[in-house]
């Protein structure tokens, strides 16, 4: 499936190129270390959503598209879908764009869920300030 009527949604939340020490066997990029950059991605984006620590708590439903080969940079984009007391649904889509001869490629994406935690790795509530400015702009 081509890709060139899509185009990554969410905002840019982490970028960076596949070296050779990321690679398997086949040369290819190790699908563990594709999901490790996602959840840096997400977990910046929530951190800073939710004005403090964050933890994965479960990854839905990937499926790896294309490979990725070493000196692709890979660019993470992140969407806030759903908002809770204490957690945090994100889309969380991955892209590869070596560069601007060609047009990108979706690699993957998952749904990601995020838990606020305080210092001692608690569950805490997310400021009530920042899921009714999450409310109003999904209602926009």
């Given amino acids: 499936m081509p890709n060139s ?3 990554p949604e969410g905002i840019l939340s982490l970028q960076t190129i596949a070296m050779p020490a990321d690679t398997n066997w086949s040369g290819d ?3 563990g270390w594709i999901v490790s950059q996602m ?5 910046i984006h929530a951190e800073r959503f939710s004005k403090g620590r ?5 990854i839905h439903e990937m499926t790896f598209l294309v490979p990725v080969k070493v000196g692709d940079v890979v660019s993470c984009y992140t969407k806030i879908l759903k ?3 204490t957690s945090i649904q994100m889309q969380i889509e991955v ?3 070596h560069d601007s001869s060609r047009e990108p490629k ?6 990601f869920t995020f838990v606020a935690v305080d210092t001692e790795g608690h569950k805490r509530q997310i400021p009530e300030e920042v899921k009714q ?8």
């Fill in 83 to 85: 908002v809770g007391n």
């Fill in 95 to 97: 892209w590869d764009s």
């Fill in 106 to 111: 979706r690699i993957t994406q998952g749904l």
């Fill in 133 to 140: 400015k999450f409310l109003s702009q999904t209602k926009a």
């Fill in 39 to 43: 959840d840096l991605a997400g977990a």
């Fill in 29 to 31: 990029v190790f699908g």
């Fill in 5 to 7: 009527s899509i185009k």
């Fill in 54 to 58: 964050c933890a994965t708590i479960s």
